[in-house]
């Protein structure tokens, strides 16, 4: 019924910037917090940024200073400006979306699919 691209992934070199991209598409009545989250080899998933549905932002302090996440409501998409990229940076990354469905009175937690995020020289 919904659903979460996200594109912008990619191979960067150090120092590097890359945007990423997450579109929520479907029967969509209303967003509220969405966040970026990234997951390395080995390594469990973790938070690296959220936004509400009025814009107020968080971020994991790994990233502080170097990203920002921002949303378009009139797309029903999100970004993440990535800055300053080194290689501990490199993992899939997934957005998700807490969303209302048109007609149900509850909300819930889509994930996307996620993008491949390598920084290396």
């Known amino acids: 019924q919904v659903q979460l691209v996200e594109s912008g992934g990619g191979l960067v070199q150090p120092g590097g910037s890359l945007r990423l991209s997450c579109a929520a598409s479907?029967?969509?009545?209303?967003?509220?917090?969405m966040g970026w989250y990234r997951q390395a080899p080995g390594k469990q998933r973790e938070l690296v940024a959220t936004i509400t549905s009025s814009g107020s932002t968080n971020y994991a302090d790994s990233v502080k200073g170097r990203f920002t996440i921002f949303r378009d409501n009139a797309k029903n998409t999100m970004y993440l400006q990535m800055n300053s990229l080194n290689p501990e940076d490199t993992a899939v990354y997934y957005c998700n979306a807490n969303m209302r469905i048109t007609g149900s009175f509850l909300s819930n937690v889509s994930w996307g699919q996620g993008t491949q995020v390598t920084v290396s020289s």
């Open positions: 479907g029967s969509i009545f209303s967003i509220n917090a």
